[in-house]
């Protein structure tokens, strides 16, 4: 019988003892593959979504609130600021181009977004499908949304007010929807853009409308002065024209206008600061339980150690050498272990492929398949390591074990 072969028949011979020890260093990879893909993801999903943004404007407030709405299209902005104001910002020496962005509707949960055509050159080069938008209530959607609301070029839709669901539709304002853009792997993805004025319009209405109904409550002998209202933004996009601006245009913003400037690579990195506490956690939790797992095997292979005296003697005593004796308890520990790394890897893939299918319609939904990363490999390498390492001290004591004296006491 080969080494291999004699190591599984001790296992096997020790089924539950051994289950446990897989189980438990099984677990720990898992937990810690899954902190670090995720981690991954959506430090690379955020990434993408933010790529070619220097800076974003828009109301005082919070300034992690402003990206997280006007980047991410994942909260409820800020508010909204004057166009006026704006618009002398987007003619500043230092800002090379601004997008303003307008919020306030959504169709099924995904947001409509005033802007200007070239926001798409953020994510993709081309549509997929159709045009961009040339006049009011024309729409170019994402790739999600086409998916999920069985949307095609010339379908009409209305939106509803507000960010989320459930807000009243505007049923006499019909947007046409005239291009397609490409899966992107971006917020994109789940956008329905349209112009400024689209948003404008519809809103504008609606504010007569309030007006009107205010001014038929009043003495028919008043009559309420009837203005429009100054057009207003959510916020602006910005790419500096030099990285100086950098240093200079936020203060400016933030000290000597009624708008605030925020970083979203600052934002971002203050954001992964405040989860890195639970990720920590997490990661060490998982060498918690790998750390006692390699505790348990050490224990099992010492004791197994003094079980198997006299059949190391056997073995002994029928050729097999010091050596190879020795190297058949490392064997044992290495397929403890490589056990354990495949079951981890398992148990996080099919973790993932699980969470996938349950976010599937959320924003920054989760991918299928991963890639093997670095850091597991380095792992994995570590694990292996330290198994032999773990194995070295019982087949230290296999190598010295003398089979006269063994046998003598017998």
Known sequence: MNIIALSFAYLRYRFWNSFFNIMLLGLGIATITIVLLLSRHLEDRLDKDAAGI???????????????????HVDIPTGNIALSEAQTLMHHPQVKLAIPLALGDNYQGFRIVGTEPIFTSL??????????????????????????????????????????????THADHQYVVVGIMPKTGTVMDRLILTSVDSVWDIHEEEEHQERAEMASHQHKHTMLETVSPQHEITALLIKYRSPVAAMTLPRIINQRTQMQAASPAFEVTRLFHVLGIGKEVLKAMGYGLMAFSLLSVWVALTNTMRERRYD???????????????????????????????LGQLIARIGLCVMAFWLRDVQYGLPLLYPLQIEEIWLN?????????????????????????????T
Request: net charge positive.
């Open 381 to 409: 390498l570590a694990l292996v390591v330290t198994a032999v390492m773990a194995a070295l001290y019982p087949a230290i004591q296999s190598y010295r074990v003398e089979v006269a004296s063994l046998l003598r006491r």
């Open 312 to 342: 190391i003697a056997l073995m002994r005593v029928l050729g097999a050498s010091r050596m190879r004796v020795s190297v058949q308890m490392i064997v044992e520990a290495l397929l403890l272990v490589v056990s354990g790394v495949v």
């Open 54 to 72: 220097d800076l974003v404007v828009g109301a005082k407030g919070s300034p992690l609130q402003l990206i997280l709405s006007s980047v991410y």
């Open 123 to 168: 994510y993709a080069s081309a549509l997929a499908a159709g045009r961009l938008w040339h006049k009011s209530m024309e729409v170019v959607i994402g790739a999600d949304v086409a998916t999920s609301a069985n949307m095609n070029i010339g379908n009409l839709f209305a939106g509803s007010h507000g960010l989320i669901p459930g807000g009243n």
